[in-house]
């Protein structure tokens, strides 16, 4: 505990306006925080790219351009089920990108909780996730939110 009473752990800040706080999830690409923007006074969630130690420098290489184009793809599509990018930070030589900030619980956490969906729910996770023309690299549904 700090003097005043407040936690001590230190808030990380980057691009000199976005605070992080709770991790929202992690997968073989990166961790998502959660995270508010204090210029624009909204919260966001800000993408970091996670490269496993010992990974060889072309593929780390390979993987930064790679969340480089998925962040200039998605900031420039407009539908209401792609989440908006908003900015892209350089943190110590490695992108993190600042998106809208979505309220939401991820598919593979429903399905824990509730069961196997119905056949009209896969329907509305099916085109909510394929109806805009965007397809996930892999089937997980631990990155598909509802």
Same mark, same amino acid.
């Given at each position: 505990m700090?003097?005043d009473?407040?936690?001590s752990?230190q808030?990380?800040?980057?691009?000199?306006?976005y605070?992080l706080?709770?991790l929202?999830g992690?997968?073989?690409?990166?961790t998502?925080?959660?995270?508010?923007?204090?210029?624009l006074?909204?919260?966001?969630?800000?993408?970091? &790219?996670? @490269?496993?130690p010992?990974v060889p420098?072309h593929? !780390?290489?390979?993987?930064?351009e790679r969340?480089m $184009?998925? #962040?200039r793809?998605?900031?420039?599509l407009s539908?209401?089920?792609?989440?908006?990018?908003?900015?892209?930070?350089?943190v110590?030589?490695?992108?993190?990108v600042v998106m809208?900030?979505?309220?939401?619980?991820n598919?593979a956490?429903?399905?824990s909780?509730h069961g196997? &969906?119905? @056949?009209?729910?896969?329907a509305?996770v099916?085109? !909510?996730?394929?109806?805009?023309?965007?397809?996930? $690299?892999? #089937?997980?549904?631990?990155p598909?939110?509802?």
């Open positions: 700090g003097q009473g407040s936690d752990e808030v990380r800040r980057i691009g000199g306006r605070t706080s709770g929202l992690a997968g073989a690409m990166g998502v925080w959660s995270g508010f923007d204090e210029v006074q909204r919260r966001v969630a800000v993408k970091e &790219l996670k @490269v496993p010992g420098s593929e !780390a290489a390979e993987a930064r969340i $184009r998925e #962040a793809a998605l900031g420039g539908h209401p089920n792609i989440i908006t990018v908003f900015d892209v930070v350089d110590e030589g490695e992108p993190m809208e900030l979505v309220p939401s619980r598919l956490t429903m399905i909780d196997t &969906l119905t @056949v009209s729910q896969v509305v099916g085109f !909510a996730t394929g109806g805009a023309g965007c397809a996930p $690299r892999t #089937a997980a549904a631990s598909i939110v509802t």
